[in-house]
């Protein structure tokens, strides 16, 4: 038989794992660029930090989104499934409120920065909800464990470089 460290080797390089590693990324990415990072770009945007306080209820959408995470299993997007629709719309929609978010001077419209960061919580925490369902789904049940384990690497990296980059 087998070493037991080559099965374990094996789970971790599996299509599934490395999958998860993937949308764990994808899903901690926004998370930061939406908090501390937006803060700090802000601050050094010049903007007071009576206005950087309210940008603090970007994060919202993130302690709220168990109120629509129903609505993902009820509609079904019309192309790719339930899962992959949904894993599609979200991710484009985060991607493109991140550039938005670029394009946004936050001394001359902090207002519009504003609505746009809570746009892309917004997206990014349905994006969480749908990955969530979409690793459950994939996964076997002897693999769900390690499979968050690897998903919150994913999302611990993501939070790293976008902390050193926005460091750099």
Partial sequence: TAPAWRDTLAAMLS????VALFMGFACGLPLLLTGSVLQAWLKDGGVSLKEIGFFALAGLPYTLKFLWAPLFDRYVPPLLGRRRGW?????????????????VNPRIQPEVLAAVALLV????????????????????????????????????LALLIAGTGALL
């Fill in 87 to 103: 894993m599609v719309i979200t991710q484009l929609c985060v991607a493109g409120g991140l550039v938005a978010m670029a394009c």
């Fill in 121 to 156: 919580a917004f997206c990014s925490a349905s994006l969480d909800i749908v990955l969530d369902a979409y690793r459950t789904d994939t996964l076997l049940p002897a693999e769900r464990g390690f499979g968050a384990a690897v998903w919150v690497n994913g999302y611990r």
């Fill in 15 to 18: 299509r599934r794992m490395l």
